[in-house]
């Protein structure tokens, strides 16, 4: 998880639009304007599932509600920073699939919410893949109620770093630490600006800001 800054500039003009045409999320029949939505959401999150960090687009990825439809009112079903763009859930090739993300969360409460920076303050990560969190109540919604240490996501966390750590000390042997400290700090700059996030691309992050302050 990653934190999310509902900040889209069209979600004010987007959101008071349908929200005048519909009374709920679910009264929304057309198409063209679910996607209105689901392009907001997918454009903030620069494309990556809002719990997992799997990369996903318009064609493999769902609206969700942070918080569940049956705990808010019509009116807060369309309520925009509850509104999350996540991925199909289902991991695996064949049936039944590894349920993550809202396909496991259902409608149950997250106390966790990747919107709000200090929640995601306290996720960490590990070399060997893993997601967790020193709070307990967090570390319950990561590995129960979103599944996010399924053994697929693990691995695919920590091939990712593993790739990103063999890249660097192949630069490595060519720098000082001075340079080499800079020269991560240039990378870890460029991935937080890139328009189309790399997949789990918080543990990214997390493997780049640890190696910089090891080499401090």
Not at 43 to 59: G, N, V
Not at 89 to 103: A, H, S
Not at 171 to 195: P, Q, T
Request: glycine residues 4%; charged residues 30%; aromatic residues 10%.
């Amino acid at each position: 998880m990653i934190i999310i800054k509902k900040e889209h500039p069209k979600a004010d003009s987007v959101f008071d639009d349908i929200r005048r045409r519909y009374a709920h999320y679910d009264a929304i029949k057309e198409k063209s304007d679910r996607d209105k939505i689901k392009v907001i959401l997918l454009e903030e999150q620069r494309h990556i599932c809002a719990y997992c960090m799997k990369r996903i687009k318009m064609t493999d990825s769902t609206t969700e509600h942070y918080i569940p439809g049956r705990s808010i009112s019509d009116k807060h079903s369309l309520e925009y920073k509850n509104l999350l763009a996540v991925c199909s859930g289902e991991l695996g090739n064949q049936k039944p699939f590894t349920r993550t993300c809202d396909k496991s969360k259902v409608n149950k409460l997250l106390v966790c919410n990747p919107t709000v920076a200090d929640d995601m303050s306290k996720i960490y990560y590990s070399r060997s893949g893993r997601i967790y969190s020193e709070n307990d109540v967090y570390s319950d919604d990561l590995d129960v109620t979103l599944n996010l240490n399924c053994t697929q996501l693990i691995r695919n966390r920590k091939s990712t770093i593993s790739v990103l750590e063999s890249e660097l000390l192949g630069i490595r042997e060519y720098c000082d630490d001075g340079d080499y400290v800079d020269y991560m700090r240039n990378v870890l700059y460029e991935y937080k600006l890139d328009l189309l996030y790399k997949p789990y691309i918080g543990a990214i992050i997390w493997f780049l800001e640890k190696m910089i302050e090891e080499y401090k």
